[in-house]
């Protein structure tokens, strides 16, 4: 049984890091730390892009401090929570238990790391997108997405990234008549993401019916989106319960999709195209009618009445009490907390 483990693992992106915050920090009392400096890429154990600029937008946060104790740990707030990082020589000094790696061009050199350190920690990779294990050639996965074809010789689970249910609560009021996405670069529009072409279909589409229900008020929030980046778990929660809807037409879908899962724990349905999640884990939570709008192969006109008709107050409610009840059902963070103690304990 690891006691207060230790972990270090790369900068993903915020909402994966904050979920593995809950479980080794909040529910297991141990520490997780990121990398800083540029000793990581100089050395050849960062990986995710080879440009300056992203280079030190994730290795040299501006914000960051060092710790008055430890002047190799930093410290800086981010979307929720406060991020520790750590520069490559402060690693090799702490007894760390753990290195997990969320990108696949991260194992081979977090391999080496826990070769060369000298308490030999343990690797995990962590699966959150549409990627195969057989990539990730590690013993120790831990998948939030769907995975299929799992060497039985792995020590593997499945689960659902955490998400701070104090924050993403319930509500089942009847809304204002407001439709909000949260898509990141959820537009084509010029001055914004004019190279995300793969989006420029389900945009179009968000703006025709947006003009085809000119009573009601469409938002597009994240980055580089059209009206603004809704920051940090509070803000993004709160926009979800003023809205009736959520849009979410996400060409290509999620590996997890934490927007998918908020948008049912505050008991708020989706508008989505159920053919992006054929394969995909948020799919466990898109039942048409009962849980979400469909809105595969509709006309913008459509996709109007369907919202309408979706807008009634008493089907509304029920849709609320639905997706609600739903996620409950899927989404039990204590019990797989325990399933999660059991993984951590055999890990090779």
């Not at 750590?86 to 690693?91: H, N, Q, V």
């Not at 000094?93 to 969320?102: E, G, K, N």
């Not at 009445?305 to 997706?323: A, F, G, M, Q, T």
């Amino acid at each position: 049984m690891y006691s207060k483990p230790i972990v270090f693992t790369d900068y993903h992106h915020g909402s994966l890091l904050l979920s593995l915050i809950l479980l080794f920090e909040r529910r297991l009392g141990g520490s997780v730390f990121t990398p800083f400096g540029t000793d990581w890429y100089n050395q050849g154990f960062w990986k995710v892009l080879d440009l300056p600029g992203t280079v030190n937008q994730f290795l040299n946060v501006s914000t960051a401090v060092p710790l008055e104790t430890n002047n190799s740990i930093y410290v800086y707030p981010d979307a929720g929570f406060t991020n520790k990082a750590i520069t490559l020589e402060g690693f090799y000094q702490i007894p760390v238990d753990i290195v997990i790696a969320s990108i696949p061009a991260h194992i081979t050199p977090f391999k080496r790391l826990c070769k060369s350190h000298p308490n030999k920690p343990k690797l995990i990779y962590q699966i959150g997108n549409a990627w195969n294990v057989e990539a990730g050639l590690a013993t120790n996965i831990m998948a939030s997405s769907e995975i299929k074809g799992v060497p039985k010789n792995l020590n593997f689970i499945s689960y659902h990234q955490e998400f701070d249910l104090s924050v993403y609560y319930p509500d089942f009021s009847y809304p204002n008549k407001n439709i909000s996405s949260f898509v990141n670069c959820f537009t084509t529009s010029e001055g914004f993401a004019s190279d995300w072409t793969f989006y420029s279909s389900d945009w179009a589409l968000f703006e025709t019916v947006e003009k085809l229900m000119s009573d009601w008020t469409f938002k597009s929030y994240g980055s580089v989106c059209r009206d603004g980046y809704a920051t940090g778990p509070d803000e993004v929660a709160n926009r979800m319960r003023e809205s009736r809807f959520i849009w979410h037409t996400k060409f290509g879908g999620d590996g997890y999709g934490h927007i998918i899962y908020n948008s049912a724990a505050v008991a708020r349905p989706m508008i989505v195209k159920m053919e992006y999640y054929r394969d995909k884990l948020g799919k466990e939570l898109m039942i048409d009618g009962k849980t979400c709008i469909a809105i595969d192969g509709l006309s913008p006109q459509e996709v109007v009445n369907k919202i309408l008709y979706y807008s009634d107050e008493k089907r509304y409610s029920d849709l609320c009490k639905n997706v609600y009840k739903n996620f409950k059902t899927k989404v039990d963070f204590d019990r797989e907390e325990r399933v999660l103690r059991k993984f951590i304990d055999s890990l090779r």
